[in-house]
């Protein structure tokens, strides 16, 4: 009898949807792994489950790069990063990597314009391949999947 439990309950994990995909982060020699805090696994938008939690932080000092590695599920579709900075003045800035296309690479380096500047956030977006009109006419494609970065100094 306990071997027929046994037997059950790993039929049961083994059914279990595989984890969301993981991005890294490394920056000053640390990395930091996330899971996306918004994931729409099967391509539907109706079932894009949010994940509040998720999220990483990592400490990046001003003039160093943040390296960032996407898995096979980010990397085979077409994706960007976008990113929020301080410039030396105190200003808030805004960003955004070129796109990547499906299967092009599944690393980016994001590198701020100046020395002084200082990374806020860094946001990976896996966008989706359905297309959208925006209020002001323009076509777009939302992201279906996104994982965010917190910087600090």
């Keep these: 009898m306990p071997l027929l439990l046994a037997g059950a309950g790993l039929a ?9 995909p993981e991005v890294t982060f490394f920056a000053g020699g640390q990395s930091a792994a996330t899971g996306p805090s918004l ?4 391509g539907q938008f109706g079932e894009c489950p949010a994940y509040p939690q998720a999220g ?3 400490r990046v000092p001003p003039s160093k790069p943040v390296q960032i590695s996407v898995p096979k599920e980010v990397g085979d579709k077409v994706w960007t990063v976008t990113f929020e900075y301080r410039d ?5 800035q805004v960003g955004r990597s070129g796109l ?9 380096t994001l590198a701020l314009p100046d020395a002084a500047d200082q990374l806020v956030t ?26 965010v970065l917190s910087a600090a100094r």
Excluded: E, M
């Excluded at 989706?128 to 076509?139: E, I, L, W």
């Design 100 to 108: 990547f296309i499906k299967g092009d690479r599944l690393a980016f």
């Design 39 to 42: 994931y729409c696994g099967n």
């Design 56 to 58: 990483a932080a990592l």
């Design 88 to 92: 030396g003045a105190g200003k808030s």
């Design 122 to 147: 860094a946001t990976v977006h896996r966008l989706s391949p359905f297309a959208v009109q925006n209020p002001d006419g323009t076509v777009g494609f939302p992201s279906d999947a996104t994982w």
């Design 12 to 20: 049961v994990t083994a059914c279990a949807p595989p984890p969301p």
